[in-house]
């Protein structure tokens, strides 16, 4: 695919009106993945933001490669990002998933048409609302030191036999006195969303590399939140950890309905 371009597609929002002009004047100004200038390819009643990428770098073989390398990953999936971002700031939109690639724009203009209704059903459903991340994290104790060596019984041995049995029991108890506060503050979100949020999506928590705060992340959600009430959802969702030792609550957004626009997967297919 030496030579061949690609279109990308970001997200799709309205294709006319004043959405649309809001789209266009945001995408104005803005690079997207390779650098390229973004543009709108529109069919009925919803557009696609579009840039063209080089074949040998998104073709769906070398796509295979490229999602291994994470430098590569996370250049991408910033410029993704970028757009995306933008175009929220200004108007409804539908993130569509990193790495969304057509062999021109006339096949983006056929899934487009092919699935309008259902993006027409999604945008209106998502209009004047924003997405919140909620992540609780229990910040657990580090273990307890390793017990000491067994060794014929003597008076000194036998005592720090029984600091580190204390030590043990100090340390479970920490534990279990942190989780028991982590669910509290969980509750506590849940209680705070009421009335506020019109939708949740539960992610599974965070673990591993993918976990970049300390402590263990225990609940990871999303809301869908009217823009209006949105700040009023970010101060009470700030304060669910006041008074619980050991807990964090980690409030990211407002963000484009990435969460909640699930069923878009199925226009992936180029």
Do not use: C
Not at 57 to 82: I, K, M, P, V, Y
């Amino acid at each position: 695919m030496n030579g061949q371009r690609l279109s990308y597609a970001y997200a799709v929002v309205r294709s006319s009106g004043p959405a649309a002009q809001r789209a266009q004047t945001a995408l104005a100004d803005v690079r997207g993945v390779a650098g390229a200038p973004v543009t709108l390819v529109r069919s009925g009643a919803v557009a696609a933001a579009v840039s063209a990428v080089p074949g040998e770098e998104f073709s769906e073989g070398a796509l295979r490669a490229r999602l291994e390398d994470l430098d590569w990953l996370e250049s991408t999936a910033r410029a993704h990002n970028l757009v995306i971002e933008t175009l929220a700031a200004r108007t409804t939109v539908l993130p569509l998933r990193l790495a969304t690639v057509y062999l021109d724009d006339s096949r983006i203009e056929r899934m487009l048409g092919e699935r309008q209704e259902a993006f027409t059903s999604l945008l209106d459903r998502f209009d004047d609302h924003v997405e919140w991340g909620v992540k609780v994290y229990a910040e657990i104790a580090a273990p307890a030191e390793p017990a000491p060596p067994v060794q014929p019984a003597q008076p000194a041995q036998s005592d720090a036999g029984r600091a580190y049995l204390r030590r043990r029991r100090q340390h479970s108890q920490a534990r279990a006195d942190t989780r028991r506060a982590a669910e509290e503050a969980v509750r506590r979100t849940e209680e705070q969303a009421r009335g506020l949020a019109v939708e949740r999506a539960r992610h599974r928590p965070q673990q591993g590399t993918l976990a970049q705060l300390p402590g263990e992340n225990v609940a990871n959600d999303a809301y869908l939140v009217p823009r209006r009430l949105a700040e009023e959802f970010r101060d009470r969702m700030r304060h669910a950890a006041d008074g619980l030792p050991g807990v964090r609550v980690e409030v990211t957004g407002p963000w484009a309905p990435y969460s909640f626009t699930a069923p878009l997967e199925e226009a992936r297919q180029p």
